[in-house]
């Protein structure tokens, strides 16, 4: 099977026009299947999509995750019908026909947006504006990353992806273009969907923005477009892969394009077309076959594509095969790490409980990862501009820089949403482990993208420092309340907040087996002693909470704490003890989510039967499940202030003493 | 006393420069002093806010509050010290000099960042970076639409934002400046502090934004001058106020000027210059004083700002007391809103318990909108795009356009993190009652200013709707799940979830009348029924939670519910009856927050004493408080998922079977 030259559209009994015909008819007949969706942009982007497909793109629907394929972000998720008719087109094998006639319905692959992991060849969720531009760029990241690490040989795709202009319009998509002009990120290429239409009606209702010169301002190479016309969409890919950096192409196009009465209208955005109006798209555009029926010229064509793709990549297996790069590829793409890392870091625990190492858990963070970037290469670490507050760099790194992507550690810039998108981007491309740090507080500005890591249960590390009232000065702004309790709340997301340099690197160890689901590593600013005793190879912040200190005999109570509060915690079981004979246990709880996996006996083994108090400088909400109808909360009940941070712990009353008081009312 | 001409330095015995330097000094000392905090900002702008405030702003320390005054916005908020010191030298009463001594220490006014309430004259609270442009969006905005119902004769004034690189690299930037130039906000004049420097290091290890660029794309104004320039920084300001666009002014800095070893570094941006590098920069910029000590000349010199200040003031004054709108206008910025609303409010209930209209609770919030908008025309409404989704645009509403400010409707575009910070500067500027919608799953996006809207106090009102999976068919990344919890958990926030028209109308009701906090209210896609039998004049949700259904005699059990599934709850409750002849009481719980603030008796006659179950289609987090240890909760343990509502429901067994299930597993 030859290969066709890039651009030119390969020889077919069917044009081009009726491949993206093909689109617009599976699209309208869905959504009005369903009596919901979005018919308009894949309607309106079916001709940009079958060029690129044609003529372009290198996947292989008979190996959806071959390494070197090229990625296909659909920014505009709420388009999904493009997607997913584009999958029933290419003869992706758990796409068939049923699949979109059942669109949006319950145990469908065909969910309302794409749904990574739902379907074969979705790279990425995608229907949160924005989102996909901004993964689109770790992506296209982590391809000139791996290969600068493993050669143009091994590596060498492209990310294409399709924003709207809600995509534009939300102020992540500044944070990504930014970041993907500035390290020329040229294998990038980002078609706008430039058909003047929001859900509220034309965007001149909200937007003035010269996107072209937007995005020339970013770095970027810009090109505007004809969207409808096959041979300039052609052309203008063509440009952009010759381009040194990353690429807009602004197509103008009509939403709900081929409806002959509504095409151009906010009412093809998001609502069935209707039966007259579909009936009258089908006159309009010639298209005679029946709902869901592609002609079998037509189907033939879109799986030429396929074709195509499959010789692509046995050509590259062949390469892969015949590489002395091959085993450490592999491993990398594998996502496995060596058993060096957890070796390392069982020894660094050794050493500092011998050593009695009191740090902040920030810096516990920065030395346990010493030790794993030392052990690895596959960890890519970054902080969105608080690299020396975070520690989140380790000797030997090198900075990632534009055209120079050999390095490991990634300046983000002062943007936490664009950080945790470009990590989800990185972690869903393979080759690396990302983790990147910023305050805890502004987990508020990466909160859209954590979610997704969450949703797709992506191995993305955050590592959030100065995590309550104790970063001091910096005031409320900075100081986190409630934010331990959004992130306890999402689905499918360990948050660990350890107290000591050990918990540190056990929490490390926990965030980088933990391949399906994100880590949030919460650490403190200010220093905090070692709490354990001695030594020992398991890893206690496994079972998410465990006694740390047990009494002789029964408990008159138990202490329940996080973090920084550990040491109050355990300060007050001494006071309890010493003043007043009361015999309490104290349980540090570095993850709620794995504690409430372990099983009924054990959770009940460590918070007893006595009464409990919890004490954490943060907001109560969800402590109640731990601390019972009896139980006491020692902690923040409002925002913070601005002072050193023994003073805000004495302002708001978070000290061992009123621990110690708290447990006492709950005794006498 | 003569007004001075605008852009000419007043004749003094002091130069600005020497007026500059004591900003450079007081900051540099403070910081010292405090052994925290940031001088490299406030001495790098000193010379641009020397020449802002003596040649052209409009305030008068005397009466901070004066609506016609200039606002300055400090958006790179780290740079505290900056304000502070103006606070000082401009003579407020609450800053003397004890007070930037006390920098950064408990209690003191001048905290970590500029705190709104805790000083007279701060604006808005900033520190989150980009937050304080974005918020300034929303007060020039506020100026000109209160200039278009009031006369320029009463309100003209400008707009100042100070912003630095972080500011700029936040995606919030973007969506404040596309809105602002679309608008064409000609009275919003942003400094940019172009230090090249970041907290990693030069700006150029993560940025090659060619900021000017950017903001000719947005349609702004733009001029770059040397910031250390005075004649340059007067002529640009006076360009800027001439334009009839929203005005870039990028000043060329140097961070930390006047420290001879250390200008130009990130070392001096977020940490003291330390005892040798302050003798150095005293001798560099021939400041002679003591720590804390200005000289008399120079103070005078700064005080003579506050004069004319307050002689403009007095001017306005005069104007407005022969002005034939001085009653509505001072109604209007004093923020009452008549009793006409809330008496439309009743009757709107009155009108609907008789009707028993089933309507989803978003289109019952726009309904009583309808009543309110009527009523008043201090609110202004608004959408990140979805106004036909949210239903916040009632009849007669006419839209806010460029240059035409006379509407009270916003089209925020897909900005939802914009359109929050752009309504905590509406509220800020005094006015108008801003509220404006999206779905609660985008609160995520918004979350960085609605944290400040709590932390301000403000009364912002968000119509967050599509509330839970009830929103159906758009799939796991539309549906909330965690988002209650997280907002429940932030401090001075309500979370409204009415279960139906009646409580919609009563939560409208409690977030008008919230004026020193801000409102969620948390509405249904889905249609649900009227679940009142009687009117009474009673705001009954005022109490955050009542007995809906009481049992005749002792009650077997309680069910709770929010929002969407007290439908459920009254369904299982029912059924108990009926089946089991089980007396169930049915609890209501729009708010929690209103809730926890009754007294334990009330709190406790609703929660009762049989055993509870809460029903709610959310994470659990949080509920254990309400349902205590031997209660049940029935929700969602995971994302959602894309199917019909109703489908969703069943699947994830969140139906009257499951909770009668769960019930009569607590009793049995």
């Known amino acids: 099977m030859s290969q066709t030259a890039i651009g030119t559209a390969p020889e077919t009994a069917v044009s081009e026009r009726d491949m993206a015909n093909a689109i617009r008819a599976l699209a309208m007949d869905a959504v009005q299947k369903a009596n919901s969706g979005h018919p308009g942009m894949p309607m309106g982007m079916a001709d940009v999509a079958t060029v690129l497909f044609n003529r372009f793109i290198a996947i292989d629907p008979s190996n959806p995750s071959w390494p070197d394929r090229d990625r296909f972000v659909l920014s505009a998720g709420h388009g999904s019908m493009l997607q997913y008719a584009l999958h029933y087109l290419l003869g992706y094998a758990d796409m068939p026909i049923e699949q979109l006639q059942s669109f949006r319905q319950l145990g469908s692959r065909t969910a309302g947006h794409p749904e990574y992991g739902h379907a074969l060849g979705i790279e990425t969720t995608t229907g949160p504006l924005g989102q996909g531009i901004s993964t689109a760029v770790g992506m296209a990241l982590a391809e000139r990353m791996l290969a600068a690490r493993h050669g143009d040989d091994l590596v060498d795709h492209h990310t294409y992806v399709i924003a709207g202009d809600g995509c534009l319009q939300e102020g992540i998509s500044h944070e990504a273009i930014d970041l993907a002009g500035h390290l020329m990120l040229d294998r990038l290429i980002l078609f706008w969907d430039d058909n003047s239409i929001s859900i509220d009606g034309p965007t001149s209702l909200s937007t003035s923005m010269n996107q072209p010169a937007r995005f020339e301002a970013a770095g970027w190479h810009v090109q505007s477009i004809d969207g409808h016309d096959a041979e300039a969409i052609a052309e203008a890919i ?5 381009s040194d950096r990353p690429s807009l192409i602004a197509c103008k196009t009509l939403i709900g394009k081929g409806a002959p009465n509504l095409q151009g209208s906010e009412k093809t955005h998001g609502a069935p077309l209707g039966d007259a109006e579909i009936a009258a798209t089908r006159e309009n555009i010639g298209w005679a076959s029946a709902p869901f029926d592609v002609p079998a010229d037509i189907l033939d064509a879109w799986r030429g594509i396929a074709s195509r793709g499959q010789a692509k990549r046995r050509i590259w297996e062949q390469r892969l095969a015949g590489s002395p790069q091959r085993e450490v590829f592999e491993a990398a793409t594998a ?12 020894a660094f625990r050794k050493e500092h409980v011998e050593k009695a190492t009191k740090v902040a858990t920030r810096k516990a963070s920065e030395m346990a990862l010493g030790a794993i970037n030392t052990a690895t290469d596959l960890t890519v670490g970054g902080s969105a501009d608080l690299t020396h507050s975070n520690l989140t760099i380790t000797k030997g ?5 534009p055209s120079d992507y050999a390095g490991s550690y990634i300046h983000y810039g002062i943007r936490e949403h664009g950080m945790a998108a470009a990590m989800n981007g990185i972690a869903l491309h393979g080759g690396f482990v990302p983790y990147g740090g910023t305050f805890l507080c502004f987990a508020d500005y990466a909160r859209g993208a954590m979610r997704l890591s969450a949703l797709m249960g ?13 970063l001091g000065e910096d005031g409320p702004t900075h100081q986190p309340v409630e934010h331990l309790a959004m992130l306890r709340a999402t689905p499918n997301l360990n948050l660990f907040r350890p107290a000591d340099i050990i918990e540190t690197a056990e929490c490390w160890e926990l965030a980088l087996k933990s391949k399906d689901r994100p880590s949030v590593l919460v650490l403190s600013r200010q220093n905090l002693p070692m709490l354990r005793h001695a030594h020992s190879d398991e890893n206690r912040s496994a079972r998410g909470a465990y006694v740390l200190r047990e009494t002789d005999g029964p408990r008159a109570a138990t202490l329940i704490a996080t973090g920084s509060e550990v040491e109050i915690a355990v300060a007050a079981a001494e006071k309890l003890q010493a003043e007043h004979g009361l015999a309490t ?8 989510e794995l504690f409430e996996e372990q099983d009924a006996d054990y959770r009940k083994s460590v918070l007893g039967s006595a009464p409990r108090v919890a004490v954490e400088a943060a907001a109560r909400l969800g402590w109640d499940r731990w601390i019972g109808d009896n139980g006491a909360f020692v902690g923040m009940t409002g925002f913070g202030a601005s002072a050193p941070a023994p003073d805000l712990y004495r302002h708001f009353n978070i000290t061992p003493e009123a621990v110690a008081d708290a447990a006492r009312r709950l005794i006498i």
Not at 238 to 242: D, G, L
Not at 335 to 346: H, I, Q, S, T, W
């Open 585 to 592: 246990a104290v349980v540090s709880m570095p993850c709620w």
């Open 335 to 346: 996502g496995e790490l060596p058993d060096a890392v957890f070796e390392a870091l069982n």
């Open 238 to 242: 063509e440009n952009a892969r010759q």
């Open 458 to 470: 992506q191995r993305v590390i955050y590592v959030m420092t100065h995590d309550s009232i104790g």
């Open 397 to 401: 790194m090198n900075r990632v820089a």
